[in-house]
């Protein structure tokens, strides 16, 4: 039997292309896509009409990630845990643009306040159909000297305020759409004193993996990315000028991240053609590992 046939005189290239194109239709039809979309077996999610929650977008990745989702054409969630200013600027900048957008201060150490953070959005949107787990905080110290306050900050806020969001995630993002964990690249750099931020952060990758799997049928896609060096106060803070050069001269790019080059990989993941990316962390560094 040649490649291509089947006993039957079918070709298997044939039943390969259907199974496929089946499976994009089921996809398009839960988002409520276009036949041409269905017929050209792209993977909807992006754009117009959809809802999108960002964890931690008062500043930093989130800030960026929310403005460009906003663009793509999603109506957008801003959560902060302090800064309402900040979080109410972002909003101010998505309206002026065009978009659509609200902010709630919800800490998502809290999961009463991260579900409310998503029932708002449901009420102000009418559903979700992505949600960005991206608040996290960061404490560096030698194993020797790390508080047992710094260390319990982080688990609480990046093991524990992740998962919170990702509980409301998989119980509230509509069928076709996207979740996305926001891991770190330290969790293979392993540099002294990221102990605990590292270990935080991998949690980010094993969660992403497993509901990927727990959703199963749903057609939503979930992954995590893991960010390199990026000029936001969490990386900068601390840190000289000779520092920060230092780093960007060991990447290969020449420069640290921007918050933008983040937010691209994740409108990426959020759009039809990021679709097949399933359970997988895409690190997204500049090459710095
Ligand atoms: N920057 C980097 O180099 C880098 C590299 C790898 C991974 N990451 C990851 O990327 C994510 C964003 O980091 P970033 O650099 O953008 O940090 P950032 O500039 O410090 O911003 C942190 C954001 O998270 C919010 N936040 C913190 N704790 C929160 C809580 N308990 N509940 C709700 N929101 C909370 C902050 O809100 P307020 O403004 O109200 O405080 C702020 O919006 C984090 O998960 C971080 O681990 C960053």
């Not at 403005?67 to 998505?94: H, P, Q, Y």
């Not at 990702?166 to 964990?181: M, T």
Request: some cysteine.
């Amino acid at each position: 039997m040649t490649e291509g046939s089947n006993t039957n005189g079918v070709s298997r290239r044939n039943i390969l292309t259907a199974a496929a194109v089946g499976s994009a239709a089921t996809a398009a039809a839960a988002f409520g896509t276009a036949a041409s979309a269905q017929a050209s077996g792209a993977q909807p999610a992006a754009g117009a009409g959809r809802v999108a929650v960002v964890t931690g977008s008062s500043r930093g990745i989130g800030a960026a990630t929310a403005k460009r989702l906003a663009k793509e054409g999603f109506k957008i969630a801003v959560n902060c845990r302090v800064n309402r200013d900040l979080a109410a600027a972002v909003v101010k900048e998505i309206e002026g643009a065009g978009g659509e957008a609200i902010w709630e201060q919800a800490d998502v150490r809290d999961p009463v306040q991260v579900r409310r953070l998503f029932e708002a959005t449901e009420r102000a949107f009418g559903g979700v159909d992505v949600a960005v787990a991206n608040a996290g905080v960061m404490s560096l110290a030698p194993f020797s000297t790390m508080s047992d306050e710094d260390f319990d900050t982080m688990i609480d806020t990046n093991v524990k305020g992740s998962f919170n969001t990702l509980r409301e995630a998989a119980n509230k993002v509509r069928d076709g759409g996207r979740i996305i964990a926001i891991s770190s690249s330290i969790v293979q750099l392993r540099s002294p004193t990221y102990g605990p931020y590292a270990a935080s952060k991998a949690s980010m990758e094993i969660y992403a993996s497993i509901l990927a799997k727990e959703l199963a049928g749903r057609k939503i896609s979930v992954n995590a990315i893991a960010p390199g060096l990026v000029a936001t106060s969490l990386f900068l803070d601390g840190k000289t000028n000779e520092q920060v050069a230092g780093f960007a001269q060991r990447t290969p790019h020449g420069r640290i991240g921007e918050p933008a080059d983040i937010a691209a990989t994740i409108a990426f993941l959020c759009s039809q053609d990021g679709w097949w990316v399933n359970g997988q962390t895409i690190y997204s560094n500049g090459g710095v590992i």
